[in-house]
């Protein structure tokens, strides 16, 4: 008897009026709120100051209203609603300030998520996945060698070592050069080192315990059947939000090849020395050995990043494999033993300059990270050729590429900037390196890379004047039609009011431009950093090698360095002065955690010390809640999505087996699931995953306004012709004063589409359509075994 009715589903009444056959009482019905960016409160959300948490944490929970905490059939007037709080995921405690170092990592790890969609040779997707995670692995070794750059050679290698500059930092005067048994060189770098295994340290913490909290959340709540109907949707994988087994692997070797950076640089200072008219022939024999295993060690992690990939098809619940939990302890005792032959005494050696490693490593780091980030490129290009002309999402395909490229970009900025900034703060009496300055400064790169910055914010500041001029224009051109869309009304025509709506709407289609702007910045980017390395071959910095220039010219390029170095160290400075802030301040978290809700939504596949992903915890959370409530109660459910919380819904929606899809409608609204996601994540929120969205749900419905510079139609059609999209919305919604409204309506553009009564109307109509056309549901699942 496993009859829709006693599914919970609801039976025809007996229409003869004998009252014999009564149907069932109507099933209960709810609607599931699940908010967007920058988060807001329960009470917020179902609009009551009387709230009650049903399930969930202090992390992410499940709220309704006091009076609403019973089940019961829907009423259009005041449905029962319940709210997805997730806000805390991205913006809870002060630790999560430290976040903002981790931004390059969380960019390259978006680009791992933007290859084309089509479903070509496999080789392709493994190729572009593995050069994607090569370009995040040297994102790693960039920030240890830029704390090594800092630490091993501005403080122990030349401050230390110049009589001048152990003046002015007379703290450094234990370790002065010639003082006592830490005035050695080989055990001051040693003492150095300390500064970048610190800062793995910090990094693996962070990892390891977001990683405990977000990777290792439950799967999904029930095993769904891999031919139920949306099997193109690569989100309908069972394993695709349960990646903790990838982030394990990927965590053992990113530590390891800091630990080996670490090693190198320590081994690049002894080796000059020990291998020199005055050094010791046993200590070069041993720094070979070292310098083999260092090498062999860097083998295993380059090989190791060709292996790693996601298994989605189920949830990766392997346990890490003995080798990658032993590789960063052998990385650590590897740097252990070329610690303990650093500090080795060698009473003959002095240091002066630069570290030896320190004008070379950076131009070869970055001549690598722009041939990754080409082939990044062409293996897109080839993927792009290969899919539907409506998949292709943006910029040919190459987009991922152009974001793993802003990624070094941003990750170059960060280490120069604090070098640049140590630099002066060691020796403010002179700019390093130039005559006068006690110590030589950083690495002449680096001073290249400054001076690249003014030019490329001035690229920056035309696009921002291009795109300004667009907007004006884009205003003229709308002015005369904003009161044709309000023909209903019967106030004249207001400039100002005509004025203001059509200027929104123009800066609301910036976002569409958003491709070309990354195109251009990007290139930008390319050309300037491979200009940096030709002119760092020289071994001067910008201001020495237009020394014989021209005047004008010449004080053009001091011009440049000296104000790229400010906006460099200026730009650490206000990070770390953000940072600092939101760590006290709540709100100013929030508001940092805007930045996470965007891109911390794609698990962790490339960087495993990118911020964590969110997604992991809160699709699990609304597909439990989703699945749990429909089994208990053969109810129908209605999900509404606003902006971000839109992208949660769909996710979640995938996740749940035929049956119990066949009881939920989705309500979308301010979302931008294709106009940004399909864009620029085309294989998985391309125009075909939204195609097999809506035909894997008996309804879905679409609100969208042309003032909204986030959400956009999903231009997805339905069976019969039916439209997904109700839009563009009205917004204001009247144009003039009138006996209802006698204020001026404001522009609400992203927010507040509740308060238009399209969305009332909207979800009344797909609570009436869900309750038609339900499948029985299956009985209960067996329990799963948590992990």
């Keep these: 008897m496993d009859t829709e009715g006693a599914a919970g589903g609801a039976t025809p009444t007996d229409e003869g009026g004998t009252g014999e056959a009564a149907g069932p009482p109507p099933e209960p019905a709810v609607e599931l709120l699940v908010h967007g960016v920058g988060g807001t409160t329960p009470a917020e959300m179902?609009?009551?100051?009387?709230?009650?948490?049903?399930?969930?944490?202090?992390?992410?929970s499940i709220h309704r209203r006091t009076d609403d905490l019973a089940d019961r059939p829907w009423n259009g007037a005041e449905p029962v609603r319940e709210a997805y709080w997730w806000c805390n995921l991205t913006s809870g405690n002060g630790a999560r300030a430290l976040w903002l170092l981790l931004l390059p990592f969380m960019i390259v790890n978006i680009a791992h998520w933007m290859r084309p969609a089509t479903r070509g040779p496999r080789w392709t997707h493994r190729v572009y996945d593995t050069l994607v995670r090569l370009t995040a692995l040297s994102l790693t070794v960039l920030l240890v060698a830029g704390a090594c750059a800092v630490s091993i050679d501005l403080v122990a290698w030349q401050c230390a070592g110049s009589a001048g500059c152990v003046e002015e930092a007379g703290w450094l005067e234990p370790l002065a050069q010639g003082r006592g048994w830490w005035g050695q060189p080989g055990r001051r770098l040693v003492l150095a080192a300390l500064v970048p295994v610190a800062l793995l340290v910090l990094l693996w913490w962070l990892s390891h315990r977001t990683w405990s909290a977000y990777e290792s959340a439950s799967p999904p709540v029930r095993p769904r059947p891999a031919a139920d109907g949306n099997g193109d949707a690569l989100l309908s994988l069972p394993g695709f939000w349960y990646g903790r087994g990838l982030v394990a692997r990927l965590r053992s070797s990113h530590t390891a090849a800091g630990l080996l950076t670490v090693a190198a640089a320590l081994l690049t200072a002894t080796g000059p020395q020990d291998r020199g008219s005055q050094g010791d022939g046993g200590a070069a024999a041993v720094g070979w050995a070292l310098t083999g295993l260092t090498l062999a060690g860097w083998v295993v992690v380059l090989v190791q990043q060709g292996r790693h990939g996601r298994t989605e098809e189920e949830p990766d619940q392997r346990p890490e494999p003995p080798f990658s939990r032993a590789l960063p302890w052998a990385a650590l005792a590897l740097l252990a033993l070329v610690a303990t032959h650093t500090a080795w005494s060698r009473p003959a050696w002095a240091t002066e300059g630069r570290h030896p490693a320190g004008g070379g490593v950076f131009p070869v780091l970055i001549v690598v990270q722009g041939a990754l980030v080409v082939g990044v490129a062409v293996t897109a290009l080839l993927l792009h050729r290969r899919a539907r002309s409506a998949d292709r999402g943006a910029l040919a395909g190459v987009g991922g590429a152009c974001v793993a490229l802003l990624a070094c970009g941003l990750g170059g900025v960060f280490t120069g900037g604090v070098a640049q900034r140590v630099a002066d703060w060691l020796d403010p009496s002179a700019q390093p390196g130039e005559e006068g300055a006690t110590i030589a400064g950083p690495p002449v790169v680096l001073s290249w890379e400054a001076s690249a910055i003014p030019v490329l914010?001035?690229?920056?500041?035309?696009?921002?004047?291009?795109?300004?001029?667009g907007i004006h224009g884009e205003r003229a051109r709308l002015v005369p039609t904003v009161r044709e869309r309000y023909p209903d009304e019967a106030c004249e025509a207001d400039g100002d009011r005509s004025g203001r709506i059509a200027a929104a709407v123009a800066r609301a289609r910036l976002t569409d431009s958003a491709p070309a702007l990354v195109a251009w910045i990007s290139g930008a980017c390319l050309v300037l950093g491979l200009a940096a390395v030709a002119g760092s071959l020289s071994g001067d910095t910008p201001s020495e090698a237009a020394a014989e220039a021209p005047a004008a010219l010449a004080a053009l390029v001091d011009a440049c360095q000296a104000l790229g170095s400010w906006l460099m160290g200026i730009g650490v400075v206000l990070l770390l002065a953000m940072g600092r802030r939101a760590y006290r301040d709540a709100g100013a978290r929030r508001t940092v955690g805007i930045l996470w809700d965007v891109g911390t939504f794609w698990p962790r596949a490339a960087h495993p010390f990118a911020p964590p992903c969110y997604a992991e915890r809160a699709v699990p959370d609304l597909s439990w809640r989703m699945g749990t409530w429909i089994d208990a109660t053969g109810g129908r459910l209605v999900i509404s999505g606003h902006s971000q919380g839109s992208v949660l819904a769909a996710a979640a929606?995938?996740?749940?087996?035929?049956?119990?899809?066949?009881?939920?409608?989705?309500?979308?609204?301010?979302?931008?699931l294709a106009r940004l996601y399909g864009r620029w994540f085309p294989a998985f929120f391309g125009p075909e995953a939204l195609h097999s969205l809506h035909g894997d749900l008996p309804c879905w419905r679409n609100l969208w306004r042309d003032t909204d510079p986030i959400g956009g139609p999903v231009a997805v059609t339905g069976r019969g012709g039916t439209a997904v999209d109700r839009g563009p919305l009205a917004d204001p919604l009247h144009y003039g004063r009138n006996l209802r409204r006698p204020l001026p309506e404001p522009i609400l553009g992203h927010g507040d589409y509740?308060?238009?009564?399209?969305?009332?109307?909207?979800?009344?109509?797909?609570?009436?359509?869900?309750?038609r056309g339900a499948v029985a549901l299956p009985g209960p699942p067996p329990p799963r075994e948590r992990s």
């Design 457 to 469: 914010l001035a690229v920056v500041l035309a696009l921002a004047v291009v795109a300004l001029l």
């Design 46 to 60: 179902l609009e009551d100051t009387r709230v009650t948490r049903v399930t969930g944490d202090a992390t992410a």
């Design 754 to 771: 509740p308060d238009d009564p399209a969305f009332a109307e909207e979800r009344a109509e797909l609570f009436r359509r869900v309750t």
């Design 653 to 672: 929606v995938w996740q749940l087996d035929a049956a119990t899809r066949s009881r939920i409608a989705l309500l979308t609204h301010g979302s931008p």
